[in-house]
């Protein structure tokens, strides 16, 4: 019991625009990833975006991956300003570089082990040294790149359920990107799954996460979009976002208008 009243005191979650966000402060991240890994089952962590919300709203398959996560973590400014706009709360927003090396720090100090998939086989290859440097006692157990042929994946399946990693940190190039842990869920014996996007590029230092001051005044996505200034297309489901902030906002703040007496 006293166990439980641990985890329900270092995991808190809530529902903005009913899609579920939890709100875990960073000296509880050892409680609550100690939980995932000593609940004898195959977890899952969701790093959320503002993008990822919205697309939780309106696709049933990504939907259901965000509901059947065990963790949510708020990675985008924009979801806990709305987050505190609509519920009076604030969830803490995590950089997904920083959130992956607290995990990683943590899965060290247990002695864990991780199994990396997807990214390009030289990506890989020097993310693993690079991960091996910085955490000695972390065991990695098993790699495999990215664009593996359909006709390979039961045997990759296959591999991680022997080596029973703690952690399967799952990066780009595999087919269905994070979709994969869900549509594999049934096949992954324990342990935590973490879809991780470009992360192996930073740790093989081809990439360069944003800047702490960047990211703490959400300032990120100007980086973003002089790489990439398609990105400023995203203008409009931000827009779209902020209207249903207001929406939420005023059906709530309506509904809860006392009747007036006749």
């Known amino acids: 019991?006293?166990?439980?009243?641990?985890?329900?005191?270092?995991?808190?979650?809530?529902?903005?625009?009913?899609?579920?966000?939890?709100?875990?402060?960073?000296?509880?991240l050892p409680i609550v990833i100690g939980d995932l890994l000593g609940s004898g089952e195959a977890?899952?962590?969701?790093?959320?975006?503002?993008?990822?919300?919205?697309?939780?709203?309106?696709?049933?398959?990504?939907?259901?991956y965000v509901l059947n996560a065990d963790v949510i973590i708020?990675?985008?400014?924009?979801?806990t300003g709305g987050s505190r706009f609509l519920l009076g709360k604030e969830p803490i927003r995590y950089m997904p570089f920083d959130f992956i090396i607290a995990l990683l720090s943590i899965l060290e100090l247990r002695e864990q082990s991780v199994y990396f998939m997807g990214g390009k086989k030289k990506i890989l290859e020097k993310a693993e040294k690079n991960v091996k440097h910085t955490f000695p006692r972390l065991q990695i157990?098993?790699?495999?790149?990215?664009?593996?042929?359909?006709?390979?994946?039961?045997a990759i399946l296959k591999a991680i359920w022997k080596a029973a990693p703690s952690l399967v940190l799952v990066g780009k190039g595999v087919q269905g990107e994070e979709l994969w842990i869900q549509r594999n869920s049934d096949k992954l014996r324990t342990g935590i799954q973490l879809?991780?996007?470009?992360?192996?590029e930073?740790?093989?230092?081809?990439?360069r996460h944003p800047a702490e001051y960047t990211f703490?005044?959400?300032?990120?996505?100007?980086?973003?979009?002089?790489?990439?200034p398609a990105r400023?297309?995203?203008?409009?489901?931000?827009?779209?976002?902020?209207?249903?902030?207001?929406?939420?906002?005023?059906?709530?703040?309506?509904k809860n208008v006392p009747a007036k007496e006749e």
Do not use: T
């Open 43 to 64: 977890k899952h962590i969701v790093l959320l975006s503002l993008w990822d919300l919205l697309r939780a709203r309106r696709n049933n398959e990504y939907r259901s």
């Open 232 to 254: 400023l297309l995203r203008l409009f489901p931000y827009v779209y976002y902020m209207l249903l902030l207001l929406r939420y906002k005023f059906f709530k703040s309506k």
């Open 195 to 200: 879809w991780c996007s470009d992360m192996y």
């Open 216 to 228: 703490k005044h959400g300032l990120e996505w100007i980086g973003f979009c002089l790489k990439n």
């Open 141 to 154: 157990v098993g790699r495999c790149s990215g664009r593996f042929k359909k006709n390979r994946e039961y």
């Open 74 to 79: 708020p990675i985008s400014k924009s979801l």
């Open 1 to 28: 019991m006293d166990v439980e009243n641990s985890i329900e005191q270092a995991k808190e979650r809530i529902n903005l625009l009913n899609v579920p966000i939890d709100i875990v402060k960073k000296e509880n």
């Open 202 to 207: 930073v740790f093989a230092n081809k990439k």
